[in-house]
């Protein structure tokens, strides 16, 4: 008898194609979430025409702004107050710090983010991999089952590498939930942090 996680391994392996038209998806890409591989800065910025080869790491103050705003631990409030008060500081090179602290951002985030989307197809397909062991061994597991004169310790250890390989893959799906909130997480801030900076630039 197949466990539900056994289902749910072999039903993850023919999904992708059957969930969306052909080359509506990446078939390895494990979210709900439509992938979107990278954002782009009008995306995010509707402000003053931003130059994107700005060398804003040579800027120290806007660099050091830059990598303690990007910090999730950093509330996006408190990331608001602080771009605040940046402008504040700026005094006669507001607009020119400003909008090297937007591209900064953008750079910094949207590379967390892409490098977050390549680990989540990484991540897919691994999944489809076990997802596709799981079904071949459970295809071996009830033909042993089935054979009169098969040994049963075989059917045993089979029946035994199932349910682990099928423990191990629902193990990690049950992350996927988290995980892939998270390229929508970062663009949230991305464009919370652009917005405020555009507001100082008013």
């Not at 979430?33 to 025409?49: F, R």
């Not at 951002?105 to 397909?125: K, M, P, Q, T």
């Not at 996927?176 to 405020?196: G, H, W």
Request: charged share 25%.
């Amino acid at each position: 008898m197949r466990t539900p996680i056994v289902l749910a391994a072999m039903l993850f392996v023919a999904a992708p194609a059957e969930a969306a038209p052909p080359g509506a998806r990446d078939p390895d890409w494990p979210c709900q979430q439509i992938k979107v591989p990278q954002l782009s800065l009008a995306s995010v910025w509707s402000g003053p025409p931003l130059d994107e080869q700005t060398a804003w790491e040579q800027d120290q103050e806007v660099a050091s702004a830059v990598h303690r705003l990007v910090q999730r631990r950093v509330p996006v409030e408190e990331a608001q107050d602080d771009i605040r008060s940046f402008a504040k500081q700026a005094g006669d090179q507001k607009r020119q710090k400003l909008q090297a602290l937007a591209v900064g951002l953008f750079s910094v985030l949207n590379a967390e983010r892409e490098s977050v989307i390549a680990g989540l197809d990484r991540f897919g397909r691994r999944q489809k991999q076990l997802a596709e062991a799981v079904r071949a061994d459970n295809a071996k597991l009830r033909a042993l089952q089935a054979d009169a004169g098969s040994d049963s310790g075989d059917a045993s250890r089979m029946a035994d590498q199932v349910t682990w390989e099928a423990r191990v893959f629902d193990e990690r799906h049950q992350t996927l939930s988290y995980v892939c909130d998270v390229p929508a997480r970062i663009e949230q801030r991305l464009f919370t942090l652009a917005q405020t900076i555009q507001q100082q630039l008013e």
